[in-house]
């Protein structure tokens, strides 16, 4: 499965009700959060809506003793669902955190000719009705511990642990003569899906400036390995800071390497997010 881009004009409505909201909640500016060290806990929540293109590949089984290959290029297109959010709390130098991604895409397609059979481009006289759907979650928690603190800055260290689960769906119908390709069955279903339990160490922070440091470049970078062979993301943005909270546009990288002798070997996302952060 490699997929690059989908359609995101689905999501214009709710992005211009969120900007709207953002300017009538945010009537007074204040200085951004110090990244000083305080007695007294603090708190923040995130909502974000997320925007991603979908890097990857996937094989699914089939009768035979071969694979359909999946290219979600031409197959993905349609973002179903999306959920994003992150809590975190602060106390003095240390600290914890949480962070949840929930995707789902998929769409139909009639007459195509975007999958190959055991690595192998269909032949010209094949072509294939499919629906596919795929499903993400990414559910991160660790703690942290703050190194450098000013009343601008802030950079902590990090450890934890990310659980990621991909679920993918294909059913398909074959019209025409494979040749010398062995052929799966004409039509079928097929599921594929895997859990991925990986330790993850990184850095995150915030640098402000401006005018009551009312501007905020927050980033994160994580690395993991585990179930995976190799797991990594990092996030940097720009935010607005306003009596409850910040206004926040980011982009967003996750990136999965798998083991070979997943049926999922390989897949990432990246794209814009659009986010609130509400503290207290």
């Not at 806990?41 to 999946?70: C, E, M, N, Q």
């Not at 279903?189 to 470049?217: E, H, L, P, R």
């Not at 935010?239 to 897949?267: E, P």
């Amino acid at each position: 499965m490699e997929h690059t881009s989908g359609p995101r004009s689905h999501c214009a409505p709710a992005c211009a009700f969120i900007l709207c909201l953002s300017i009538a909640m945010g009537l007074a500016p204040r200085p951004a959060v110090a990244g000083d060290i305080s007695e007294d806990w603090r708190f923040a929540a995130t909502v974000y809506l997320w925007l991603p293109g979908i890097d990857g590949h996937s094989k699914f089984p089939a009768d035979g003793g071969t694979s359909i290959d999946v290219d979600g290029s031409v197959i993905l297109d349609h973002l179903r669902m999306v959920g994003m959010g992150s809590f975190s709390v602060q106390k003095e130098r240390w600290g914890a955190f949480t962070d949840i991604v929930y995707l789902d895409l998929g769409a139909s397609r009639s007459r195509a000719r975007n999958l190959s059979i055991g690595g192998r481009t269909l032949p010209a006289s094949v072509t294939v009705d499919t629906d596919y759907d795929f499903r993400a979650t990414a559910w991160a928690l660790g703690g942290s511990y703050r190194v450098l603190a000013s009343s601008a800055s802030a950079l902590d260290l990090l450890a934890g642990a990310r659980l990621a689960r991909f679920n993918q769906t294909l059913e398909w119908q074959f019209t025409g003569d494979f040749g010398g390709i062995t052929a799966p069955p004409q039509a079928g279903k097929g599921d594929i899906s895997t859990n991925q339990w990986d330790a993850i160490v990184g850095i995150k922070g915030q640098y402000a400036f401006g005018a009551d440091s009312q501007w905020i470049v927050p980033f994160y970078l994580d690395i993991g390995t585990g179930d995976s062979d190799f797991t990594w993301q990092g996030v940097v943005g720009l935010a607005r800071a306003f009596g409850w909270g910040d206004v926040r546009v980011d982009w967003r990288y996750l990136d999965y390497d798998l083991k070979a002798s997943s049926s999922i070997t390989k897949v990432s996302f990246s794209g814009p997010a659009l986010g609130f952060t509400f503290r207290w």
